[in-house]
């Protein structure tokens, strides 16, 4: 695969046309590298372009990015956090976040995201790909980690431009504009000069699309059913959620708003070791979503009254004691059909499990 920051692969009909009519909603989604709490990641210098670049326009910013999360929770984001806030431009940031999954997983949960983005025809996407250690010693020989040679695959499939911030970088580096420990002193969370070379890479790509070669932004648009056949068929495109009101539980469980995590609207909690709770799911496979962290509870489940599996999940040192909007995959490889699940609250064996606050954020079903 050649190794290329910039790939223009379809020009953004949609942003330019939202840009002529006077507003854009651009969004972001991707991992804490593309965060916008910490006020200096790279879209903060993509945005600030945007809005000096279009100023008759109403630049909206929508960053649905969350750190320490992949793919596989972004898939049940999209419709809310993006879809549904009517985002024209989205640039997603998973190459990094997604890097440590399996591959054949990361396959199906990236084509399900976008297939869900591409579905209505109404927005741009773009690939923005970062950088970790672990990648330095493929690149330095000019290859391409399987994390971004998977996403680029997918690119090339749908048509979709990409954006190899973390090559940018090294170049930088290498053509020595940039030292080292002012791009990655940890070797994965850039600084604000890191966070700069990125946003530049993205401001390079923004330039040639929409200020290049005029383009007629009233053209035709892909539409839903123009979506070609998925690389992947078993693909997360068509999953959904669970209402949480669906759940039937044993023992002292409450639904609440949830007032502590943004991206959370509500949670079904009980901190009762043995509580349980039970559903039925159509479909061929489950991820859950939790307000995760060491004070957390585990859990055992079954699935169609089969074997108890007994849940063990790591706390690394970074994790605190709760705030981690954390993913837990049950498996997507179910006979396609009506399903029941039962689950069992449990206090985890390990020295970092030091509660059993059990916070379950939402029911992913995978069809």
């Known amino acids: 695969m050649n190794a290329a920051v910039w790939k223009h692969r379809n020009p953004l009909l949609h942003t330019r046309r939202a840009l002529s009519e006077g507003q854009l909603t651009v969004g972001f989604i991707g991992g804490s590298i593309t965060d916008a709490r910490t006020r200096h990641n790279w879209p903060e210098p993509v945005i600030a372009w945007l809005v000096e670049q279009y100023p008759a326009a109403r630049i909206v910013v929508e960053n649905a990015a969350i750190g320490a999360t992949g793919s ?16 024209q431009l989205v640039f997603i940031d998973y190459a990094v976040n997604d890097y440590g999954d399996p591959s054949d997983q990361r396959r199906r949960t990236r084509e399900g995201l976008l297939r869900k983005l591409l579905a209505d025809g109404d927005r741009d996407i773009v690939l923005a790909h970062t950088f970790m250690q672990n990648m330095y010693a493929v690149m330095s020989e000019d290859g391409v980690p399987d994390s971004i040679a998977e996403l680029e695959e997918l690119a090339d499939h749908y048509g979709i431009g990409s954006v190899w911030m973390g090559l940018y970088a090294l170049e930088e580096v290498r ?13 994965l969370h850039p600084t604000h000069r890191g966070s700069l070379s990125y946003g530049q890479s993205i401001i390079s ?12 932004a009233k053209s035709a648009v892909p539409a839903a059913e ?8 078993q693909h997360w495109g068509a999953a959904e959620l669970l209402p949480l009101a669906q759940v039937r539980t044993e023992g002292p469980w409450v639904i609440r708003r949830w007032p502590f995590y943004e991206w959370i609207d509500q949670v079904l ?46 706390r690394p040192d970074w994790c605190e004691d709760d705030g981690w909007y954390r993913a837990c995959f049950l498996g997507d490889e179910l006979p396609q059909g009506i399903h029941d699940l039962e689950l069992e609250v449990t206090h985890g064996d390990g020295p970092e499990c030091k509660g059993t606050n059990f916070r379950l954020a939402h029911i992913g079903v995978i069809r």
């Open 269 to 314: 909690e009980t901190a009762a070791v043995g509580a349980k709770l039970s559903f039925t799911f159509e479909g061929r496979g489950l991820s859950l979503g939790f307000d995760f962290g060491k004070m957390s509870s585990e859990f055992r489940y079954r699935i169609d009254g089969g074997e108890w599996v007994t849940m063990s999940r790591e």
């Open 205 to 216: 790509f923004l330039e040639k699309e929409l200020l290049g070669e005029a383009i007629n």
């Open 72 to 87: 596989e929770l972004a898939v049940f984001r999209a419709k809310r956090d993006l879809i549904d806030r009517g985002c």
């Open 175 to 187: 053509k020595g504009r940039m030292r080292w420990e002012e791009w990655l002193p940890d070797g």
């Open 226 to 233: 123009s979506l070609p056949e998925p690389l992947h068929p």
